[in-house]
């Protein structure tokens, strides 16, 4: 269990393998997907963009061999937990887009 807070600066560089390089892109999409739906008028942009963070962030996420959240090494764990906060703020904000109340827990 990570204990305390994340600091204001991340140093995200400890993040590199693919799986994780994949989240930050699928992350960094939230914007233009957005865009893209207001564009077209068309909500489905959306949905379709949170479906495949949640696909991209199960990759990594399931894959403890190698992307163990919590570590010895602090600032890979800092990385990581905020990389999964990132996560899960861009999902709460994608489904309030839509209506949907996201849980608190999972």
Do not use: W
């Not at 190698?66 to 990581?80: F, G, M, P, Y």
């Amino acid at each position: 269990r990570f204990e305390g807070e994340l600091p204001q600066e991340i140093d995200f560089s400890p993040l590199g393998t693919s799986a994780e390089v994949e989240v930050v892109k699928a992350i960094s999409g939230f914007k233009t997907s957005v865009e893209r739906a207001v564009k077209e008028d068309e909500p489905a942009v959306i949905s379709d963009y949170l479906i495949n963070l949640c696909s991209t962030f199960n990759r990594f996420f399931t894959d403890k061999a190698n992307h163990r959240i919590i570590s010895e090494d602090k600032a890979l764990t800092i990385a990581r937990v905020a990389l999964v906060d990132c996560t899960r703020k861009t999902l709460a904000l994608g489904l309030s887009l839509l209506g949907i109340k996201a849980p608190e827990r999972m």
